[in-house]
């Protein structure tokens, strides 16, 4: 069973307005989640990250919000630009690896 | 470039002959970690190094699977007698361990095909 999900496989935001990415876990004891952005024929790259004795971390353009009791994250993107446009995976840790979710295809319209 | 590096960016074989891959993690990080794509999924764990030695294998990882990093600085995978549902993205990645976490940095990966 999937222990983080992302269900919406895509998501298309006008340029310029705010993009919402969700995610939901199921495990507890992950203690450490993060965002990754993913562009084609590349790796994943660390986009942000948020700790479980925090609910809100800022960089820039981007925040991720964490509820504990809902077991969700989201990440904002504010304002949306074109360059943001990639798949995004959430992901969780509590021991050192990571669990990915399957990824959110983010399409940012000029 | 500072970045993990991975060597090849692409290989095709044909089933039931063995394949290797390298990863050059980077420089000041101690722990590796190798993982799988395929289409449609985010990337799947398959075993992780913390310097030479190898900490935790996934059930994904069969005995067709091997992965050394012998003097704690790089990393080789190996699959031997490779099947057609081994096709997949390989992704390599290394992080700093110590107090706190640590992002895993990854490299841009091997896409193995198998005909």
């Known amino acids: 069973d999937q222990q983080v999900k992302q269900n919406s496989p895509s998501l298309s935001v006008q340029e310029g307005r705010i993009s919402i990415l969700n995610c939901d876990y199921t495990?507890?004891?992950?203690?450490?989640f993060l965002w990754y952005k993913k562009y084609p024929a590349e790796g994943p790259t660390f986009l942000i990250s948020i700790s479980s004795i925090k609910d809100k971390n800022e960089d820039g353009r981007f925040t991720v919000f964490l509820n504990k009791s809902a077991k969700h994250l989201s990440l904002h993107i504010v304002p949306s630009q074109p360059g943001d446009s990639a798949v995004y995976f959430c992901?969780?840790?509590?021991?050192?690896?990571?669990?990915f979710g399957k990824g959110t295809k983010l399409s940012v319209k000029p | 470039d500072t970045g993990v590096s991975q060597d090849p960016r692409h290989k095709i074989t044909k089933r039931g002959q063995n394949v290797t891959f390298r990863c050059d993690p980077i420089s000041e990080h101690n722990r590796l970690y190798w993982y799988r794509q395929t289409l449609g999924q985010g990337p799947e764990f398959l075993t992780y190094f913390q310097n030479e030695a190898q900490l935790e294998k996934s059930r994904l990882l069969s005995d067709r699977f091997s992965a050394e990093r012998p003097k704690g600085s790089f990393s080789t995978l190996e699959i031997q007698r490779t099947e057609q549902g081994d096709s997949a993205m390989y992704l390599c990645?290394?992080?700093?361990?110590?107090?706190?976490?640590?992002?895993?940095?990854f490299g841009n990966g091997t896409r193995l095909t198998v005909t």
């Open positions: 992901a969780a840790t509590s021991q050192g690896n990571l669990i």
């Open positions: 495990n507890s004891m992950f203690d450490y």
């Open positions: 990645a290394s992080s700093l361990s110590g107090t706190g976490n640590s992002p895993l940095h």
